[in-house]
């Protein structure tokens, strides 16, 4: 008999099941590893069940076939770095066919599913694989038809719809309220909705200021109105990350009282079944089960519910996206600083497409959204062989491939690819800052082991404790100070101790010294 895994979930209309046979797949025993854990994976989060049930079989064939891989007997511990690119250049060729997001997507899941079984079987992967699934993938977010924002009006009518159901009936777990109460914390948090899908009580931990409350858990706190915050655990399988969020009620009100809700409406039913998912109804016959939701649809629920058409697609990340805009429009000068929900790079390829927020844009951002873009891509740098992309915004270096590393000329402080095409100045300019340490921040520069002297003194130039004030440190000198701190990280400790005997030999702007102190320090 051969060996079949089964992924099985129990919606109201009965069982669904997603199989996978090793057997049948190019390369059996590794096939069979993904599988258990895939089986162990969708025990916890369901919502990666489907991509990862294509993702498998595909990347099995892929392994199959190169070079130096047993399809017969080698298993997971037999995977390398060449093998995951081997699947990523597969990836790219069918993306550029078919000009899909799925081949994206198979990426991004299979990563993540990578680093959730080295996370639970800590040595089970090889180090280069380990270290191939923490990198970005080369593969990108392509939509043939990306999702609009719902309009501000059709916002307003599934709120109001929404809210006036949950204050029908108090106690109600049916399958349209909790349609309802997602709907409301879609737009109060901007969540993912499978991230608010997978909560458990256990995930949501209510804490309190009131003395009243001083020994009740969270199911007490909830139902009696006094919780004064929510400390929200939140797992994005694709992110690979757990973040905490904190909502408090004096400054997320509606956050706070939609968990409030929740919790308190669904509790008796949690201690009935023994389940912990936040999101319980009684199923047809009465058993109490999570919800299903496929059922009833969002197209469904719209229909029923609220009172004038809503815009198709009927899709929940629509609800999302309206929710970050509005973010935007309310918080437009710290969005991209604080970078809450996305880097300035994933944002401005993903989230302007709506109208409203281009409107806005065009009103209050202008030129300055596209500063700030450039801002947050950073300069090449080259360490040996291994050239790596620096994202300003996050301090992150990204690897990327020796032929996209433009040829440079060498410059007052570091390489420029662009000397006329300045940031700073206008096209055919000269850039009018080369020897003020801007070049260290700029997409144009490409610093190698050569420029490791000028990046020594701007650090030490640049230094907070040398600035007589914040502002003028947090305006002019912070990223520079920031950037060659990440840079100086990614040399040989031996090349920037040899480097720091020379930096008396770097033709700088010595002012700088003296405009770092600012105007008052004289």
Same mark, same amino acid.
């Given at each position: 008999?051969?060996?079949?895994?089964?992924?099985?979930?129990?919606?109201?209309?009965?069982?669904?099941?997603?199989? /996978?046979?090793?057997?049948?797949?190019?390369?059996?025993?590794?096939?069979?590893?993904?599988?258990?854990?895939?089986?162990?994976?969708?025990?916890?989060?369901?919502?990666?069940?489907? #991509?990862?049930?294509?993702?498998?079989?595909?990347?099995?064939?892929?392994?199959?076939?190169?070079?130096?891989?047993?399809?017969?007997?080698?298993? #997971?511990?037999?995977?390398?770095?060449?093998?995951?690119?081997?699947?990523?250049?597969?990836?790219?060729?069918?993306?550029?066919?078919?000009?899909?997001?799925?081949?994206?997507?198979?990426?991004?899941?299979?990563?993540?599913?990578?680093?959730?079984?080295?996370?639970?079987?800590?040595?089970?992967?090889? @180090?280069? =694989?380990?270290?191939?699934?923490?990198?970005?993938?080369?593969?990108?977010?392509?939509?043939?038809?990306?999702?609009?924002?719902? &309009?501000?009006?059709?916002?307003? /009518?599934?709120?109001?719809?929404?809210?006036?159901?949950?204050?029908?009936?108090?106690?109600?777990?049916?399958?349209?309220?909790?349609?309802?109460?997602?709907?409301?914390?879609?737009?109060?948090?901007?969540?993912? @909705?499978?991230?608010?899908?997978?909560?458990?009580?256990?995930?949501?931990?209510? &804490?309190?200021?009131?003395?009243?409350?001083?020994?009740?858990?969270?199911?007490?706190?909830?139902?009696?109105?006094? !919780?004064?915050?929510? !400390?929200?655990? #939140?797992?994005?399988?694709? !992110?690979?990350?757990?973040?905490?969020?904190?909502?408090?009620?004096?400054?997320?009100?509606?956050?706070?009282?939609?968990?409030?809700?929740?919790?308190?409406?669904?509790?008796?039913?949690?201690?009935?079944?023994?389940?912990? &998912?936040?999101?319980?109804?009684?199923?047809?016959?009465?058993?109490?089960?999570? %919800?299903?939701?496929?059922? @009833?649809?969002? &197209?469904?629920?719209?229909?029923? %519910?609220?009172?004038?058409?809503?815009?198709?697609?009927?899709?929940?990340?629509?609800?999302?996206?309206?929710?970050?805009?509005?973010?935007?429009?309310?918080?437009?000068?710290?969005?991209?600083?604080?970078?809450?929900?996305?880097?300035?790079?994933?944002?401005?390829?993903?989230?302007?497409?709506?109208?409203?927020?281009?409107? %806005?844009?065009?009103?209050?951002?202008?030129?300055?959204?596209?500063?700030?873009?450039?801002?947050?891509?950073?300069?090449?740098?080259?360490?040996?062989?291994?050239?790596?992309?620096?994202?300003?915004?996050?301090?992150?270096?990204?690897?990327?491939?020796?032929?996209? =590393?433009?040829?440079?000329?060498?410059?007052?402080?570091?390489?420029?690819?662009?000397?006329?095409?300045?940031?700073?100045?206008?096209?055919?300019?000269?850039?009018?800052?080369?020897?003020?340490?801007?070049?260290?921040?700029?997409?144009?520069?490409?610093?190698?082991?050569?420029?490791?002297?000028?990046? #020594?003194?701007?650090?030490?130039?640049?230094?907070?404790?040398?600035?007589?004030?914040?502002?003028?440190?947090?305006?002019?000198?912070?990223?520079?100070?920031?950037?060659?701190?990440?840079?100086?990280?990614?040399?040989? !400790?031996?090349?920037?101790?040899?480097?720091?005997?020379?930096?008396?030999?770097? /033709?700088?702007?010595?002012?700088?010294?003296?405009?770092?102190?600012?105007?008052?320090?004289?």
């Amino acid at each position: 008999m051969r060996e079949e895994f089964v992924v099985e979930w129990f919606p109201p209309a009965g069982p669904r099941r997603l199989r /996978l046979v090793p057997a049948n797949l190019g390369a059996p025993e590794l096939a069979r590893e993904l599988a258990s854990s895939w089986v162990a994976l969708c025990r916890e989060y369901i919502s990666p069940v489907n #991509i990862l049930r294509t993702a498998i079989p595909k990347f099995c064939a892929i392994v199959a076939r190169q070079p130096g891989f047993d399809a017969s007997t080698d298993g #997971i511990e037999a995977l390398r770095r060449r093998h995951l690119d081997a699947w990523e250049r597969e990836l790219l060729d069918e993306q550029a066919k078919k000009k899909t997001e799925q081949p994206y997507r198979l990426a991004v899941f299979l990563s993540a599913f990578l680093r959730w079984i080295e996370d639970e079987q800590p040595g089970k992967l090889h @180090p280069s =694989v380990v270290e191939r699934v923490r990198e970005k993938t080369r593969l990108s977010l392509v939509s043939s038809n990306p999702l609009q924002d719902f &309009s501000r009006r059709e916002m307003f /009518l599934m709120r109001k719809a929404a809210r006036e159901l949950t204050h029908q009936d108090r106690e109600s777990c049916d399958p349209d309220v909790l349609v309802a109460l997602h709907v409301l914390l879609s737009v109060a948090t901007g969540q993912p @909705p499978e991230v608010l899908r997978v909560l458990t009580v256990d995930d949501v931990v209510a &804490s309190t200021t009131d003395p009243r409350g001083a020994d009740m858990d969270t199911a007490v706190l909830a139902a009696s109105g006094l !919780a004064t915050s929510y !400390a929200v655990t #939140i797992f994005k399988l694709r !992110a690979h990350s757990v973040d905490e969020e904190v909502y408090t009620r004096k400054h997320d009100r509606r956050v706070v009282s939609l968990f409030d809700d929740l919790i308190s409406r669904t509790n008796t039913l949690r201690q009935q079944s023994g389940l912990r &998912s936040l999101w319980l109804t009684r199923g047809r016959t009465g058993e109490i089960e999570r %919800h299903d939701w496929s059922r @009833p649809r969002l &197209s469904t629920w719209l229909f029923r %519910h609220v009172e004038e058409p809503v815009s198709r697609n009927h899709d929940w990340r629509r609800i999302r996206k309206s929710a970050i805009a509005k973010d935007v429009m309310d918080n437009t000068d710290t969005f991209l600083e604080l970078q809450h929900r996305h880097s300035p790079s994933t944002f401005f390829g993903r989230y302007t497409a709506s109208p409203d927020m281009r409107a %806005h844009m065009g009103r209050l951002w202008g030129r300055t959204a596209a500063e700030m873009f450039d801002r947050a891509v950073g300069p090449a740098v080259v360490v040996g062989g291994s050239p790596v992309r620096l994202d300003v915004a996050t301090q992150q270096a990204r690897p990327i491939e020796s032929k996209s =590393v433009p040829r440079a000329y060498e410059g007052a402080l570091t390489g420029c690819a662009a000397p006329e095409q300045s940031p700073y100045a206008d096209e055919g300019e000269t850039c009018p800052v080369a020897r003020a340490g801007k070049c260290f921040t700029c997409p144009n520069a490409v610093i190698t082991e050569a420029h490791l002297p000028a990046m #020594i003194l701007l650090n030490e130039a640049s230094d907070p404790e040398a600035a007589g004030r914040l502002d003028t440190w947090t305006s002019l000198w912070r990223d520079i100070h920031r950037s060659t701190a990440t840079m100086l990280t990614l040399f040989p !400790a031996k090349s920037v101790d040899e480097a720091r005997r020379r930096t008396s030999e770097v /033709l700088v702007d010595l002012g700088i010294r003296q405009e770092l102190r600012g105007d008052d320090e004289k």
